[in-house]
């Protein structure tokens, strides 16, 4: 018998809803033999971990929840190096890795799974001094929007959140009354290399070329991004990178000017994230071990290293897709 595994975590901010519309009905489904993995209250890495130690081959993992909950799914597969099948059903403020696949319910899921609609992710990953942090499915980010994460972690918007009644709007404007009083922050340090070039002689343009400019990136660059899928953070478009072994995009963002920030989300969300696609891997060299935040799809750590690695994953995993 085809074991199942539902992924979700009880503090959810729609944990009522999962509940009722995912686990009960899967609990009742014939033909699997069904169990469920509750996240705990620690890091994600530890959670992939205990996950990790149960999963066979063959397994077929659902998450139910935002992409912390995918997250924590991806990395278990990753390091259980498993041959097992992951479904993601989205019920998180942004759902990034859910828009991704394209599985809208349960029902939905369960038929394409049974059906044979199943695609290949190839997730990226990240190193610290030479040594594996995490993989996310749909991008990483180092710099500002990492850790604008913490926005979400006010106890008052966690609760506004968990009550149902606020949405994407209420998400924006909490992001955007974050950014007013924290846009003079340093977020990234002076001297920085990416790929043995200065990187405070980089900008991104919108057509993805890199130019020579003077600015130093503490006053210019705030964030950079590595995009593995279609959206980031809901609103910013990506692309069909998750399909490659190879290729992904990594865009600079110097987004601590207004009409700066405006024209960088208006390019992400009528066009694409601005951007230059890149094949292997990206290496970002801090000169000396610095303190920086970097978030993988909504879970951010604040970290200590000298260098970053982010680069495509050894292998793929077989995932539930339209």
């Not at 890495?45 to 999963?55: Q, S």
């Given at each position: 018998?085809?074991?199942?595994?539902i992924?979700?975590?009880?503090?959810?901010?729609?944990?009522?809803?999962?509940?009722?519309?995912?686990?009960?009905?899967?609990?009742?489904?014939?033909?699997?033999q069904?169990?469920?993995?509750?996240?705990?209250?620690?890091?994600?890495?530890?959670?992939?971990?205990?996950?990790?130690?149960?999963l066979r081959?063959?397994?077929?993992?659902v998450?139910?929840g935002?992409d912390?909950?995918?997250?924590?799914?991806?990395?278990?597969?990753?390091?259980?190096?498993?041959d097992a099948?992951?479904?993601?059903?989205?019920?998180?403020?942004?759902?990034?890795f859910?828009?991704?696949?394209?599985?809208?319910?349960?029902?939905?899921?369960?038929?394409?799974?049974?059906?044979?609609?199943?695609?290949?992710?190839?997730?990226?990953?990240?190193?610290?001094?030479?040594?594996?942090?995490?993989?996310?499915?749909?991008?990483?980010?180092?710099?500002?929007f990492?850790?604008?994460?913490?926005a979400?972690e006010?106890?008052?918007?966690r609760?506004?959140?968990?009550?149902?009644?606020?949405?994407?709007?209420?998400?924006?404007?909490?992001?955007?009354?974050?950014?007013?009083?924290?846009?003079?922050?340093a977020?990234?340090?002076?001297?920085?290399?990416?790929?043995d070039v200065?990187?405070?002689?980089?900008?991104?343009?919108?057509?993805?070329?890199?130019n020579?400019?003077?600015?130093?990136?503490?006053?210019?660059?705030?964030?950079?991004?590595?995009?593995?899928?279609?959206?980031?953070?809901?609103?910013m478009k990506?692309?069909?990178?998750?399909?490659?072994?190879t290729e992904?995009?990594?865009?600079?963002?110097?987004?601590?000017?207004?009409?700066?920030?405006?024209?960088?989300?208006f390019?992400a969300?009528?066009?694409?994230?601005?951007?230059?696609k890149?094949?292997?891997?990206?290496?970002?060299?801090?000169?000396?071990?610095?303190?920086?935040?970097?978030?993988?799809?909504g879970?951010?750590?604040r970290v200590?290293?000298?260098?970053?690695?982010?680069?495509?994953?050894e292998?793929?995993?077989?995932?539930?897709?339209?």
């Amino acid at each position: 018998m085809r074991r199942m595994i539902i992924v979700y975590n009880p503090r959810s901010s729609k944990h009522a809803r999962i509940e009722k519309e995912v686990i009960r009905p899967l609990m009742k489904l014939g033909g699997y033999q069904i169990g469920k993995f509750e996240i705990a209250r620690a890091l994600v890495d530890e959670n992939a971990a205990k996950l990790a130690a149960i999963l066979r081959d063959d397994d077929l993992v659902v998450t139910a929840g935002g992409d912390g909950t995918s997250t924590v799914a991806v990395n278990a597969i990753m390091l259980s190096k498993k041959d097992a099948v992951l479904g993601v059903l989205g019920y998180g403020n942004f759902n990034d890795f859910a828009r991704t696949l394209g599985e809208e319910d349960y029902v939905e899921l369960i038929s394409d799974y049974e059906h044979g609609s199943l695609g290949m992710l190839y997730p990226l990953e990240a190193l610290l001094d030479g040594k594996h942090w995490r993989y996310a499915a749909a991008y990483f980010t180092v710099g500002m929007f990492a850790e604008s994460t913490e926005a979400f972690e006010n106890p008052r918007v966690r609760g506004k959140l968990k009550k149902g009644s606020k949405g994407l709007l209420f998400s924006i404007k909490t992001l955007v009354f974050w950014w007013l009083s924290h846009r003079r922050h340093a977020f990234l340090p002076k001297d920085i290399e990416l790929d043995d070039v200065p990187m405070n002689k980089l900008k991104a343009s919108k057509s993805g070329r890199v130019n020579i400019v003077k600015t130093p990136i503490n006053k210019q660059i705030s964030d950079v991004m590595f995009v593995n899928g279609k959206t980031a953070a809901k609103v910013m478009k990506g692309g069909n990178y998750w399909t490659s072994p190879t290729e992904f995009l990594v865009s600079f963002g110097r987004l601590k000017s207004f009409f700066r920030l405006a024209g960088f989300m208006f390019t992400a969300m009528f066009a694409r994230l601005p951007g230059k696609k890149i094949e292997g891997s990206v290496k970002i060299d801090f000169n000396a071990p610095e303190e920086f935040e970097i978030q993988a799809e909504g879970e951010f750590r604040r970290v200590k290293a000298k260098e970053l690695v982010v680069r495509k994953a050894e292998r793929g995993i077989r995932v539930i897709c339209r």
